[in-house]
């Protein structure tokens, strides 16, 4: 079955960074779009990125400029960049993979991953 296992969050400082990571298997990694959303308590889960197979990206508003998204084809993992963190950013993160990047940017995507806590401290 398909399996998307995130890995890198944790507590960190204002202004730090982390690097969250994505391995995906029991699919096709090449024909997915892949994504990352985010959760924070009380609220609902938010777009953050998406990466097309041959690499276009597109990111939320809140992240442009300081998170990236990447992917390695041949190891079937996606990232994210995650740099000038702020509290505001403190969330659980999930990855996912959908059919296109409109799947995935609409939140419509048939996998996700269990998630990944981030905290950022003030």
């Known amino acids: 079955q398909v399996q998307l296992v995130e890995s890198g969050g944790g507590l960190v400082q204002a202004g730090g960074s982390l690097r969250l990571s994505c391995a995906a298997s029991?699919?096709?990694?090449?024909?997915?779009?892949m994504g990352w959303f985010r959760q924070a308590p009380g609220k609902e889960r938010e777009f953050v990125a998406v990466i097309l197979w041959l690499g276009s990206t597109d990111y939320a508003d809140a992240v442009k400029g300081r998170f990236s998204i990447a992917r390695d084809n041949a190891k079937n993992t996606v990232y994210l960049q995650m740099n000038s963190l702020k509290p505001e950013d403190t969330a659980v993160y999930y990855c996912?993979?959908?059919?296109?990047?409109?799947?995935?940017?609409?939140?419509?995507?048939?996998?996700w991953g269990q998630g990944t806590q981030v905290t950022v401290s003030s």
């Open positions: 029991g699919l096709t990694f090449n024909n997915y779009a």
């Open positions: 996912t993979a959908g059919s296109a990047g409109t799947v995935v940017r609409s939140g419509r995507s048939d996998y």
